[in-house]
């Protein structure tokens, strides 16, 4: 792609400017269309040039809409007139204003054409390095607002957690109330392993526990035993827990539960709790005996919410 772009009728001789880049060893391109024809932009095509240069005809300001609207698109983009004319005070201040890097008058100077043309591709290039530090640096504010929103929703969740923690040791502590007999907990899983671990840990913090593999034996179940709590995994065989959770909190036909999704991915928790969803909690899978107590103590907390 050639830095610069000489625009113009067939006819154009643009004052001898293609004699003195030849000279010069300088690569251009030349279009045989005005700068003003409207297939303009489309003849350029893709390209994205460092200067245009094109003619400038005195009282018709049609080239100065025609920059102004290419510089939208390519704002990088350095516009050189040519003009055989002395140009008023008043429409070069208006050219100036609205985007022209510079005016070359006839007769050229081979040096002088030479020289600002290298002007104009120096600040092109300046210009994009300043738009791609521009959109570095959006991305990156972006990056860290995702941050920020991310930590955001981790401290709402921690003071619900505390609060609901605070109420859960002021039950167990001050009354009978909270007897863990009568929580009944449906545990949804795959994998047999994962079943038998973990409703061995619910039954042994007292919680009435029963085991299912997959989602519609779930769906079929939850109206016979009326849980209070359902586990699931992300994924099973014929649904995700997600999906699950949406038929269960959009039918209520189903029994107000309070719902636990368990994934290994801790990517996906946000987007498993994002707003509008039917889930009511979130629990990285359990690889540890940390993870196991975890797990208990957030299930122990969803029975509060009942």
Partial sequence: MADIILTGSGEESFGGLE?????????????GIELTDPGFSETVGGEYPAVIVARFHEGDLASIKAMQSYRLQKPCTQFIFLSNKLISPAILTLMFNEGAFGILEEPISEEGAHLLLKQAIKKSKWDMEDQARSQELSQLNRALQAKVDHLEIS?????????????????????????????????????????????????????????????????AELKKIKPSILICDLE???????????????????????????????????????????????VLKPTSAAGHYQLIARVALGALNL
């Avoid at 004699?19 to 279009?31: C, D, F, S």
């Avoid at 899983?189 to 913090?205: K, P, T």
């Avoid at 959009?250 to 889930?279: Q, W």
């Fill in 155 to 219: 401290r709402s969740r921690l003071r619900e957690l505390v609060d609901k923690l605070e109420r859960m040791l002021l039950k167990t502590l001050s009354n009978n109330l909270f007897k863990t007999s009568k929580v009944k907990v449906l545990l949804v899983s795959a994998s047999d392993y994962q079943r038998n671990v973990l409703s061995e840990d619910i039954r042994r913090v007292g919680f009435t526990v029963e085991a299912l593999k997959d989602g519609q034996s779930a769906l």
């Fill in 236 to 282: 099973l065989d014929d649904m995700s827990g997600v999906e699950l959770a949406s038929i269960i909190k959009s039918d209520s036909t189903y029994p107000n539960i309070y719902l636990i999704v368990i994934t290994s991915s801790p990517e996906k928790i946000e987007g498993i709790m994002g707003p509008g969803g039917k889930v009511d909690d979130c």
């Fill in 19 to 31: 004699r003195a880049l030849e000279n010069k060893g300088e690569p251009y391109k030349r279009i």
